[in-house]
Each structure stands twice: as C-alpha cells, then as structure tokens.
C-alpha cells in the first residue's frame, strides 16, 4: 500500500485520467445511450443495438475502420500494463507471465464455460421480461475479412477489458488501501457501466461476470485465463451468430 500523500494523490489521480480517457468515458456514453433508449415509445426489448457495425461503404476502408478500433483497445490495455511498469509492476506480477500456457488455456475455457451459457441464459430472461435491448453481436457486411475481423476484435476487447479493470484498476486500489471486495466490487460495478448501452440486464450480467472473474485473479493472480475467457466466449458471440442467425429463428 502506497501511503506517502503525494504518492497517493498522483495514483488516484492517474487512474481518473486513464478510465476518462478508456473504459470510463464508455460507461458514460453507455448511461447517456441507456437514458436516450428508456425515452423513447417502444420498450427496451423491441429496441436494437448492434455491436461491430459496419463503418463505411467501401470495403476496404470499412475494413481499415475495424482495425483501427481493435488497435485503439490495444494501446488502452498497453497503456495500463505500461503505467504498472512505469511503478515496478512488471507484466508477471499481475499474472501475465508465459510460465502457464497450458493452465491459462485450460483456465480460459473453464472461465468461458462456466460465464458464457449462463450469460446467454440470462440475456434472453431479461429481454424477455424486458429490461433489456435486443443485442446484435455482429452486423458487419458479407466480405472475406468479416470472420477474422470479429475474432480479431474479441481478442481486443477481452485484452483492453481485463488488463484495464482487473489488472491495473484492482491494482491500483489496493495500492490506495482498498480492500480486496471493495476493490472486486468497484472493478464489478465498472465493467458493467460501460454495457449499460445494452440495458439493465447488461449491466447485471456484466458485473457479475466481473465478480466472478476478479476473484478469480485475485485468488489465482493470473490474469491470461481471464483474458483468454473472454476472447472466447465474444468469438462464439460475434462469429456464431454470424454464422446462426439466418438459421435459428430466436436470434435476431
């Protein structure tokens, strides 16, 4: 724990700017899209969002779009491992070595199993019972970059996501004093804000998704098989119903 004053106003004060520059930022606009959803006529559930939308008519500048938005959330997550670095916090110490492969690999596809079926579960319950949008995975065109695009931009979400709100916020609050399930809680509370565009089931399923997996990382200190769970279970999200939805009469 980091006890000096000025030691203390200087992280607090890097961890406002970095989640006001990243993940912050996105759970304020998310609020402001929920807000602007919950006034309009029709209910949340016979709204739509759509997620990996298609940014330009041409391809392959609608491609170029793509990349640079998975690029953008992996400078936010070599951002927070770099600020960690910068203190003494080597990428190993918040469990990113490369001593485990096999372990993280089989860690991953539990935390992906264990999160993923009841996290579609749980979508549809509270569409259902209307609380929450109707979420479209992926709306891209039909070109031949769809299918790597979409893996390529779970991989970059699952990295910005769990590097930044477990790796360096849990992090960081303990080096202010925080205990380990305030630290869990906030960290929770922050993953979910920023799917608040999705509804309040978004929300709920996003923060209990974090946790899950932020008493995972603190009991295990290993952080790949969170990043490698969520790479998985939004892979099977965006590809899947890509590849589903023209065939499987309840997804829309």
């Known amino acids: 724990m980091v006890t ?15 989640f006001a520059l990243t993940l912050g930022l ?3 606009r998310s609020l402001l899209s929920l807000l602007d959803s919950l006034l309009q006529p029709e209910p949340l559930s016979d709204q739509t969002v759509a997620l ?8 392959l500048i609608d491609l170029a779009y ?4 998975a690029g953008q959330l992996g400078v936010w997550g070599g951002l927070g491992l770099y600020l960690l670095w910068r203190s003494g916090i080597a990428p190993r110490a918040i469990g990113l070595g490369r001593d485990r492969i096999r372990g993280d690999l089989a860690g991953g596809a539990g935390l992906a199993a264990l999160i993923g079926l009841p996290g579609l579960a749980f979508y549809l319950v509270t569409r259902a019972i209307g609380i929450n949008l109707t979420v479209v995975p992926a709306a891209l065109n039909d070109v031949w970059w769809r299918a790597p695009v979409l893996i390529i931009a779970a991989i970059a979400n699952a ?3 769990e590097v930044l709100v477990v790796g360096y916020f849990i992090t960081r609050l303990r080096q202010l004093g925080w205990g380990e399930n305030k630290s869990l809680l906030a960290a ?15 929300f709920l399923g996003n923060l209990l998704m974090g946790l899950v ?9 290993r952080l790949w098989p969170l990043v490698i769970g969520h790479a998985l279970i939004d892979i099977v999200a965006f590809v899947g119903y890509t ?3 023209e065939h499987v009469s309840w997804l829309p």
């Not at 793509?66 to 938005?69: C, F, R, V």
């Open 188 to 202: 929770a509370v922050l993953r979910g804000s920023y799917h608040l565009y999705q509804g309040f089931g978004g």
């Open 159 to 161: 990295w910005a996501e």
């Open 26 to 28: 996105s759970g304020v």
């Open 52 to 59: 990996n939308v298609s940014r330009a008519a041409a391809n």
């Open 243 to 245: 590849l589903l939805h």
């Open 213 to 221: 997996y932020g008493r995972f990382w603190q009991r295990t200190n």
């Open 4 to 18: 000096d004053p000025a030691e203390r106003r200087a992280l607090a004060i890097e961890v406002f700017l970095v």
């Open 66 to 69: 793509q990349l640079l938005s």
